[in-house]
């Protein structure tokens, strides 16, 4: 008689194990469980010294605050390009949409599409690169 007993589909919750996703980076909470578990099974006879977890601590906020940076810069530059694109509105603008094709048009509206503003000349939306000419429109009197 095997002592190995079966598991049926009842024995554990399926949807627990399924809805656990490995997280592909380390965050700061991590690295402290790493420093704590190296510190706790470190050599006592042996220790390691300050300076070398202070090192490894300054490094790890060092890469954060990299991290942290990146965001910021990355949002910057969607909000620039954002704020560029509603400064077209109103304004006539030539378009380049190939090496053959280019379109003169006013700007009638800004959309945003998967984060990144496109202005809309006519019934076209059109990146903010592909502008090559803007003028401002003249005033009617």
């Given at each position: 008689m095997s002592s190995v007993s079966s598991i049926t589909s009842t024995d554990y919750d399926s949807e627990q194990y399924l809805s656990?996703?490995?997280?592909k980076t380390l965050g700061q909470e991590d690295f402290l469980k790493l420093l704590v578990a190296q510190m706790t099974s470190q050599d006592p006879m042996?220790?390691?010294?300050?300076?070398?977890?202070?090192?490894?601590?300054?490094?790890?906020?060092?890469?954060?605050q990299s991290k942290t940076m990146q965001a910021d810069l990355a949002q910057m530059r969607s909000d620039q390009q954002l704020l560029q694109a509603n400064s077209l509105l109103g304004r006539t603008v030539n378009i380049e949409v190939d090496e053959s094709t280019l379109i003169t048009g006013l700007v009638s509206a800004v959309h945003v599409e998967a984060g990144k503003p496109k202005v809309v000349v006519g019934d076209g939306?059109?990146?903010?690169?592909?502008v090559t000419v803007i003028t401002p429109t003249p005033l009617s009197q």
């Open positions: 656990r996703v490995p997280t042996a220790p390691k010294s300050d300076t070398e977890f202070i090192a490894q601590m300054a490094s790890f906020s060092s890469l954060e939306k059109y990146d903010l690169d592909q």
